[in-house]
């Protein structure tokens, strides 16, 4: 039990001392997006690639955003790592893509990437190519961001408050912060199925 205890202790202080501000900047992003006719590419590697497609379903189905994700497509994603490698990866899709300004590209990640160790470099080439096409640049990333959070226009950082738990921790704040983003009045164009379900059926009780 004490285990248990010290991580909801923990998930608690980082809900505490997240930034409220750059959720608010990572909204009107995005919201930008949407009046200009842009798209979202959101990307993730392993735990934060299944983030990505959840957060994804949610931008098109929620939110009326043209968003994607290119780990949801593992042909082309294994054919380009199997021919051209891995750190281009991210690159060469976005480049096909043709992404341009009035896009967003939306990184999710713990390190934010960093060129330097090698670690995610097919994120920062793809912020990169980003940044080039004058696409915006959204992150929800731990530690200090790494290159995502110098090149980003809003970026919320998961506050480290156990050095053992960097990864679970961001991870598992990556769907609350995306969750709050897609469920803000902003960005929200639909109802959530079980919300309105419970709202009709209070509203025929009262009727009765």
């Known amino acids: 039990m004490q ?4 991580f909801l202790g923990e998930v608690a202080e980082v809900l505490l001392a997240i930034a ?7 909204v009107d992003v995005l919201a930008a997006t949407r009046d200009a006719g842009g798209r979202v590419f959101v990307l993730g590697v392993g735990g ?8 994804v379903n ?16 593992v042909s082309e994603l294994t054919a380009r790592v199997n021919d051209e490698g891995w750190s281009t990866v991210f690159e060469a899709w976005l480049r096909v893509s043709r ?3 009035g896009d ?10 960093d060129a330097e160790r090698n670690i995610s470099p097919n994120l920062v080439t793809a912020l990169d190519v980003a940044r080039e096409a004058g696409a915006s640049i959204v992150g929800i990333v731990g530690r200090d961001g790494g290159h995502t959070a110098r090149m980003a226009d809003a970026c919320v950082i998961i506050p480290t408050v156990n050095p053992e738990h960097i990864t679970p921790l961001t991870e598992s704040f990556h769907s609350v912060i995306g969750h709050a983003i897609v469920s803000h009045p902003k960005l929200k164009a639909a109802a959530t199925k079980w919300e309105s379900a419970t709202a009709g059926r209070q ?3 009262q009727q009765q």
């Open 3 to 6: 285990f248990v205890d010290n």
């Open 20 to 26: 409220r501000d750059d959720v608010e900047r990572a």
């Open 48 to 55: 934060s690639a299944a983030s990505g497609s959840h957060l």
């Open 58 to 73: 949610d931008l098109r189905k929620l939110c009326r955003l043209e968003a994607y994700a290119p780990t949801d497509n």
């Open 99 to 101: 992404i341009r300004k």
């Open 104 to 113: 967003t590209l939306l990184v999710l990640s713990v390190g934010g990437g």
């Open 203 to 205: 509203q025929s009780q």
